[in-house]
T-cell receptor, first 113, second 114 residues
Framework: KQEVTQIPAALSVPEGENLVLNCSFT??????LQWFRQDPGKGLTSLLL?????REQTSGRLNASLDKSSGRSTLYIAASQPGDSATYLC????????????FGSGTKLNVKP | SAVISQKPSRDICQRGTSLTIQCQVD?????MFWYRQQPGQSLTLIAT?????????ESGFVIDKFPISRPNLTFSTLTVSNMSPEDSSIYLCSVDLDRGNEQYFGPGTRLTVT
């Protein structure tokens, strides 16, 4: 069974800092990994999708990396802003079961002005 | 991409009653997913709904408690039956446009059971 862990559970940083969120998974036979953002009481917004054959994906100030062999992904946020405050979740799909996404418990980020 | 809407956005219900949540997608999709997110927790998959077949439920979730309909390729409903305060959660539907690829979520339904 796939276990997805996110560290830290919560993070508070001053505006302008660069930061890294971590996601680890136990079964390396993944098809892809997706990072989401969730604002309080809202649904999930997709940020980045990394296929298993890729090493990283970038979108604006966000960069996600994937090291499948070690079971890890990181989400790098450059020059953080108060608007980045949200919970960030990662989810993986296994290569042998497309019917299920395994979610981490999330990292709650607070960027202080 | 896909645009997903859910109704209602929130509701407060009494113990023992049932609530049906609707999920509408702006394009035809094969698979739709229903998740529950309890306060302060991550997402837990309730079931996968394919059009024209019975929903597939995850361990710990049963059809009598969470009946699901999938009448066509753009719509699904989830009913939370005989509710108790433990059912207070955000319920989210999602789709993936291509098997195993990027997943899109609806805005969620916030349910409070008193």
């Amino acid at each position: 069974k796939q276990e997805v862990t996110q560290i830290p559970a919560a993070l508070s940083v001053p505006e302008g800092e660069n930061l890294v969120l971590n996601c680890s998974f136990t079964d390396s036979a993944i098809y892809n990994l997706q990072w989401f953002r969730q604002d309080p009481g809202k649904g999930l917004t997709s940020l980045l999708l990394i296929q298993s054959s890729q090493r990283e994906q970038t979108s604006g100030r966000l960069n996600a990396s994937l090291d499948k062999s070690s079971g890890r992904s990181t989400l790098y946020i450059a020059a953080s802003q108060p608007g980045d405050s949200a919970t960030y979740l990662c989810a993986v799909v296994l290569a042998y079961n497309f019917n299920k996404f395994y979610f981490g418990s999330g990292t709650k980020l607070n960027v202080k002005p | 991409s896909a645009v997903i809407s859910q109704k209602p956005s929130r509701d407060i219900c009494q113990r023992g009653t049932s609530l049906t949540i609707q999920c509408q997608v702006d394009s035809q999709v094969t698979m739709m997913f229903w998740y529950r997110q309890q306060p302060g927790q991550s997402l837990t998959l309730i079931a996968t709904a394919n059009q024209g077949s019975e929903a597939t439920y995850e361990s710990g979730f049963v059809i009598d408690k969470f009946p699901i309909s999938r009448p066509n390729l753009t719509f699904s409903t989830l009913t939370v039956s005989n509710m108790s305060p433990e059912d207070s959660s955000i319920y989210l539907c999602s789709v993936d446009l291509d098997r195993g690829n990027e997943q899109y979520f609806g805005p969620g339904t916030r349910l409070t059971v008193t």
